[in-house]
């Protein structure tokens, strides 16, 4: 009785010693959480090589065979085989220059010898041909057409031969006018004698304290005349005159008359010795069938001298040129 108590109570403390552990062990065992650890982590970087391309030939083009020419040894004298690009045929094989002759295959005997006919192709030569040398022919030389001022143009504008005079105001009003001026306006008029056709005929006039003409009468064209006037224009310049009054435009248009041309060229300045005209008797200028080509240069469109000239081209059906504006 007493070893069956003892056994209880040894199987009791048991059992409360495994539930204690239970507990604790419940109590502190470690619990797996997740959580960010901090390390080091060893790695090496590798660059990766890019695959390499594997690099295309092109096809190259096909060479063309050159045909090709051999000798063998056979019974037939002189004889070539000459081969070729072109295939085999019933008859053999054909030469690049022409087919060669073999004989009918069915007359051939097998107790003699075989072999080709000493028929032997004899190869043509080559026509020569003649090497034609051409010189390239050099294009002429287009020549440009030579700028017309626009009194060479109211010149080709009117019909038949010419008589023209060229009137040059060199008075003492002129004085003031820039020499490059004056030299452009001269330049114009030298240019216009180039274009004088052989049936026209010109002279020069100037005024200043008396009218002046280059010659008494016209003068025919030729290369020998335009370059002596040519020079005699350069030589007009402005100057002071003696005389208490020089001789305006309006004189010398009335004297230019008197040798009645077709064309009067003039160049002035427009001032007038006499004042302002009278429009109504500006016709008394204009009379006959002369065409006044006037020109002037540094003043305004409305400046009397200006107003004059265009006025007096207007009466005679001629042009006015006021230079640097083209008016």
Known sequence: MKSKYRSSKSFMVSLVLHLIASVIAF?????????????????????????????????????????????????????????SNAPPT???????????????????????????????????????????????????????????????????KQEGPQRIIYCVDVSSSMLGLNPRKLQKILAIM??????????????IMTFSGKIEFYRADFIAVTDDAISEAIAYLDQAKPMKSSRYADKDMLEALQEAQSRHPTITVLFSDGILTSGMPNPNTIEQYTTGNVRLFTMATEMAEDFPGAVLLGMLADKSHGEFWLVETGQ
Not at 35 to 63: D, F, H, S, W, Y
Not at 190 to 203: A, K, R, T, V, Y
């Open 27 to 83: 109590l502190f065992w470690p619990r797996s959480e997740p959580r960010l650890e901090e390390g080091a982590i060893n790695a090496v970087l590798m660059q990766v090589e890019k695959p390499k391309t594997k690099r295309l030939n092109p096809v190259r083009r096909a060479q063309i065979q050159k045909p090709t020419e051999a000798t063998i040894q056979t019974t037939q004298p002189n004889l070539k085989i000459l081969t």
């Open 90 to 156: 019933e008859r053999g094989i054909a030469s690049a220059a022409r087919p060669t002759k073999f004989s009918a295959l069915d007359s051939l005997e097998l107790g003699s010898g075989l072999g080709l006919t000493s028929n032997a192709v004899t190869p043509q030569p080559m026509p020569q041909i003649e090497k034609v040398i051409r010189t390239p022919v050099k294009p002429e030389p287009i020549q440009k057409e030579r700028p017309k001022s626009r009194l060479v143009k109211f010149i080709e």
């Open 190 to 203: 030298q240019d216009s004698l180039e274009f004088l056709e052989p049936h026209d005929q010109f002279n």
